[in-house]
């Protein structure tokens, strides 16, 4: 194997792009969470890291966060389109990112927001349907 043909786990994989998105940390949780590896995911996030996904109360903590993806995410694939970046005051950086989340049941366009602090983990992200009323009473799964 030459030098060229390793990757280290910390990168993403150069076939996975977001038109937009340089951010390696916002690369790899689309990557991870799209492989199922939610622990991967998780560690992305800073230790007190928040995800806001829909429907749901605020999941705090990397702990929290993978389980609750291993319960949530199994059959959720991301197909992130296109991001923007930018600098915050506090020198924390805002990645939103719009694109379409598919379920065994039904795909719907999302726009994922990260805030992520000065060593690139995950503060926050709010996972936001940009549907309908009538849609997103579609989308509530019958468990």
């Known amino acids: 194997m030459t030098s060229t ?6 990168q993403p994989k150069e076939e996975f792009q977001i038109e ?33 996904p829909p429907f749901e109360s605020d999941i705090v903590g990397t ?9 949530e995410a199994q059959n959720i694939k991301a197909y992130p389109n296109a991001g923007l970046t930018e600098t915050l005051e506090n020198a924390t950086i805002q990645v939103q990112v719009t694109g379409k989340a598919q379920t065994s049941w039904c795909g ?5 927001l990260f805030i992520l602090n000065q060593q690139r983990q995950i503060l926050y992200t709010r996972i936001k349907l ?9 989308l509530r799964h019958e468990k």
Do not use: C
């Open 5 to 10: 043909e390793f990757l280290s786990p910390a």
């Open 108 to 112: 719907v366009n999302v726009l994922w």
């Open 130 to 138: 940009l549907a309908s009323p009538q849609e997103l009473l579609s």
């Open 63 to 71: 702990d929290a966060i993978a389980a609750y993806l291993k319960q």
């Open 20 to 52: 937009g998105i340089t951010e390696t940390t916002v690369l790899r949780y689309f990557e991870t969470l799209n492989t199922g590896e939610f622990e991967v995911t998780a560690a992305l996030f800073a230790p007190d890291g928040v995800m806001h």
